[in-house]
């Protein structure tokens, strides 16, 4: 248990800082003139450098030691957090906003790579302390909204970079009392970083996502909107072309050759370019639309958390019982359910109108993301934890950015009467797209395979906890 509490803090803070700006936004476009186009960047700036590093951080973790990695991301998140609250324009705030998502990336695979290696291949074992870590994640990103709006009502938006401080202090100190080192004993299994995939990547997601925010202002024929599209193109298809020549690739291409760990990344990209899309213009829908305030706007996000803190904590024992498979299917079907009931908004729906979608959404994403990260981790062994699960997070991150720049360029600009009508179909359009997305994920699922069960250690039991003693 002390493992998962040590590990979960990187987690909590990067997720944190994912959902606590979106109530920001308002707030941050008024005060430094920033536009739709703007904000978006606020958004997506930390999204990409988030998605784009995980790879090699993972590999730096196989190789240098995953302690090691995460104790520096969360050093330096924590700077960058302070260079965001100091932020004088959005330039400078989208800046200190990329540094943060670099902190984030040597975090996040890291921390679920100390996990697996605490709690070996016991696929139980596994399963609840997974479930433990994304729980935390989970609620983090849905108290993100509501923590934002207080701290935006008491003190103003530069309060929220503020408060990731003393988590991340928390979070270095547990971290030396609490976590041993993850290292490969073999040399042969730690690779280096991959260069020239690194930086074709980055330019492959950045090329593509600001081509996708700047569709909507600029068109389609404007020469940054068409030449970025065939720039991500081109360097997407170099990069996978690297990857396979590449002695140590940053991307294992190997890895997609197992049916069930291709199906929980694509599993993943669903689910987060859904969630992360519409909360953009959800965020957007309940100021700009309904006139609510942040602190508002973070109390009507409320039901997220409930949701998400219940279902994370049913799915451990649920995948611990019955596999991944079904949990996956299931959660994304509830996901899919609350995104359709989300298609009939309009100007004047009350936000009372918006509990049971609140609810169905996170319910659904709870239950099946600790199951697709459970599936995936089965599928490799501890050298490669790392990788594998910044496989899968990078995968997360960019749907995330694409779902941001996607989504929010169907609100258009975003002001005034015309503006909000807009941003209303915005939502309608984009929880069409979410169900159809949603219900490709379901189908993605039933690839997952069954994995074994295993017993566990008297020592990996103390470091994650106990588990029941169910049949198997």
Known sequence: MLVVTATSVGFVVSQLDVSIVNVALASIGHDLGASVASLQWTVDSYALAFSALMLSAGSLGDRFGARRMFLGGLA????????????????????ARAWQGVGAAAMLPNSLAL???????????????????????????AAGPIVGGVLIAAFGWRSIFWVNLPICIAGVAATLLWVENARPKDAAHARGIDLPGQALAIAALAAFVGAVIELRPLGFAH???????????????AFIAVERKSRAPMLPLSLFSERTFSAAVIFGIGVNLTYYGM???????????????????????????????????????????????????????????????????DATTPTTALLVPFLLIPSGMGLAVPAMTTALLGTVGQQRAGTASAVLNTARQAAGAIGVAAFGALAGHGEGAAGALQIVDAVRWSAGISVALLLCAALCARWVGKQPGARESGERRRACGPVPDEAE
């Open 279 to 345: 909360v953009f213009v959800l965020s957007l829908y309940l100021q700009r639309v309904l006139g609510h305030t942040p602190l508002q706007t973070g109390l009507a996000f409320l039901p997220l958390t409930g949701g998400f803190l219940i279902s994370n904590l049913v799915s451990g024992p649920v995948v611990a019982r019955f596999g991944s498979r079904g949990p996956m299917i299931a959660g994304a079907l509830l996901d899919a359910a609350g995104f359709a009931a989300l298609g009939f908004v």
């Open 76 to 95: 330096l998140f924590a700077l960058a957090s302070l260079a965001c609250a100091f932020s004088r324009d959005a330039p400078q705030l989208i800046a």
């Open 223 to 237: 020469p940054l909107v068409a030449g970025g599209l065939v720039l991500a193109l081109a360097a997407g298809g």
């Open 115 to 141: 996990l697996n290696v605490a709690c070996g291949h016991d696929r139980r074992l596994r399963a609840r302390a997974v479930g433990l870590w994304t729980a935390a994640g989970a609620v983090s990103i």
